[in-house]
């Protein structure tokens, strides 16, 4: 049998996929980035599970998280967003989304991309944590505390050291897997 974090809810194949094939794995793909970060705004006071099943209704409301295409959106356009039952109807999300691909690019100007500035965080390389079970991480971190602190500074919207340590989590800057999961890395 499948060892897993206990997290998973096992009964959403949308759940277990997402840990699976994307929860923790070292990600440093720009694009991907910023639809992770995204997700992990709309979370805020949410389910993840109700971000999940919405995921694929904010990939069409946002142009597949082209950033561009984000950055440009009208405040009629995301007007028009409010109406949509497909997503998370939640106005300053919404517009956090746009202003939030605005600072992203800003970034990738300053930075050359948001992912080398994102792992400069961790010099690199993922930081492993002990994890027996869940209920021992923490919700948020000194990493992610000084992570979301200077996301405000550039003008990253609902990106606090919560939302942040999840997204760092997802991302897989941290792996929190826990210990006896089969998706833990493990020691050379």
Request: glycine residues 4%.
């Amino acid at each position: 049998m499948t060892k897993r974090c206990a997290w998973v809810k096992l009964a959403n194949p949308l759940y277990v996929a997402y840990h699976d094939q994307e929860w923790g794995q070292a990600l440093h793909e720009d694009q991907k980035l910023f639809e992770l970060l995204c997700m992990e705004t709309y979370q805020a006071g949410l389910s993840w599970e109700t971000v999940l099943n919405k995921r694929q209704a904010f990939r069409e409301a946002f142009h597949s998280y082209q950033l561009h295409r984000v950055a440009e959106m009208t405040d009629a356009e995301l007007e028009v967003l409010l109406k949509n039952p497909a997503i998370i109807r939640n106005r300053a999300k919404l517009f956090a989304t746009r202003s939030n691909a605005q600072a992203f690019l800003q970034v990738q100007a300053t930075y050359g991309s948001f992912a080398r500035y994102l792992w400069s965080f961790v010099d690199g390389k993922t930081i492993v944590h002990d994890v027996p079970d869940y209920h021992h991480v923490p919700s948020k971190t000194e990493l992610s505390e000084r992570l979301a602190k200077d996301l405000k500074k550039l003008g990253f919207k609902f990106t606090g050291p919560v939302a942040v340590l999840s997204f760092i989590q997802s991302a897989g800057l941290v792996d929190d897997h826990e210990n006896d999961c089969e998706w833990k890395r493990r020691p050379d």
